[in-house]
């Protein structure tokens, strides 16, 4: 099994500020004949479902806020909050989708400072 | 708009069994790989099973492999979790998603608002 790994396991950082959430895999997610990450980034605030963020590592989802960014390849990847917003605070977790079982990272919350 | 639409949770004692169902609306069910997700009360995410566009695909977590079975009705559009055997580890929030495509192996862009599944005595 692919074991996600993140940190830290919280963050707390001023308003305006960056936000940086690093996540590695035990193997590779790079899927060598389409050169795509099967990485995924997921927010998720109290009492809500998670919501996609990131796919393919670095492609935002539709409607995500441009300030959220992906990057990274291979085993280590990288979310960016490049200027921290109030309602930015959630618990954000990375996915595996590139070989089953399919795995989340432990998560890591994200609050003001 | 899509809407995926969880139901069948509840109570049930250690051994027993309960059936999810989620109903799917706003976009081609049949053209999407589907999958079943749970988060533990305070926890973080697991994945629990996914199925392709058809049917033909599924997979699961270890920790349901046997117990758990996945399936859909695209006429329906209804993804459903058969789930026996059920243990008190099995309590939790669990989220139906719709796939990026026809493949298992793409990100979950819609989930559900959840359904709870609390095994106890």
């Known amino acids: 099994d692919i074991v996600m790994t993140q940190s830290p396991d919280s963050l707390a950082v001023s308003l305006g500020e960056r936000a940086t959430i690093n996540c590695k895999s035990s193997?590779?997610?790079?899927?060598?004949?389409?050169?795509?990450?099967?990485l995924g980034w997921y927010q998720q605030k109290p009492g809500q479902p998670p919501k996609l963020l990131i796919y393919w590592a670095s492609t935002r989802e539709s409607g995500v806020p441009d300030r959220f960014s992906g990057s990274g390849s291979g085993t280590d990847f990288t979310l960016t909050i490049s200027s921290l917003q109030a309602e930015d605070v959630a618990v954000y977790y990375c996915h595996q989708h590139y070989s089953i079982p399919f795995t989340f990272g432990p998560g890591t919350k994200v609050d003001i400072k | 708009e899509v809407q995926l639409l969880e139901s069948g949770g509840g109570l049930v004692q250690p051994g027993g069994s309960l059936r999810l169902s989620c109903a799917a609306s706003g976009f081609t069910f049949s053209g999407y790989a589907m999958s079943w997700v749970r988060q533990a009360p305070g926890k973080g995410l697991e994945w629990v099973s996914v199925?392709?566009?058809?049917?033909?695909?599924?997979y699961y977590a270890d920790s349901v492999k046997g117990r758990f079975t996945i399936s859909r009705d695209n006429s329906k559009s209804t993804l459903y979790l058969q789930m026996n055997s059920l243990r008190a580890e099995d309590t939790a929030v669990y989220f139906c998603t719709k796939g990026g495509g026809t493949s298992c192996y793409s990100s979950m862009g819609y989930w559900g608002q959840g359904t709870l599944v609390t095994v106890s005595s």
């Open positions: 193997q590779s997610v790079l899927y060598s004949s389409n050169n795509k990450n099967y």
């Open positions: 199925i392709s566009y058809s049917g033909g695909e599924t």
